[in-house]
Nanobody, 131 residues
């Protein structure tokens, strides 16, 4: 399984950014794809994920209404649309895949650094938000 993220850049507070995660090499139908972020001096936390079997999308409370996850199943790309970004959104954003979809979904509400045991990780892409 290979995950390749793109879309990281510097943005001003209040602007939008879109991250992409291209997933390849997975043949299961029961897994989850998620976005996690690691901010300076903070643990890595789950931001949003989609459980592929049922298509349900889960968000961390702090990004609800601002971040939107959607996927292009034909191209195996999962996007994270980030609207009204704030300086506290500055982080390296990672794409992850896990064969425990319910577990990944629960991580969206857990403390940072829970869930570092995802099956597969991308290399990350940096978003810097300036005020």
């Amino acid at each position: 399984v290979e995950l390749v993220e793109s879309g990281g850049r510097s943005v001003q507070a209040g602007e939008s950014a879109r991250l992409s995660c291209t997933v390849s090499g997975i043949f299961s139908t029961d897994y989850a794809v998620g976005w996690f972020r690691h901010a300076p001096a903070k643990g890595r936390e789950g931001v949003a994920c989609i459980t592929k079997r049922d298509g349900n999308i889960h968000y961390r409370d702090s990004v609800k209404g601002r971040f939107f996850l959607f996927s292009d199943n034909a191209k195996n790309i999962v996007y994270l649309q980030m609207d009204n970004v704030q300086p506290e959104d500055t982080a390296v954003y990672y794409c992850a895949v896990d064969n425990r979809p319910f577990y990944m979904a629960t991580l969206m509400g857990r403390s940072p650094d829970e869930g570092n045991d995802m099956d597969y990780w991308g290399k990350g892409t940096l978003i810097v938000v300036s005020s």
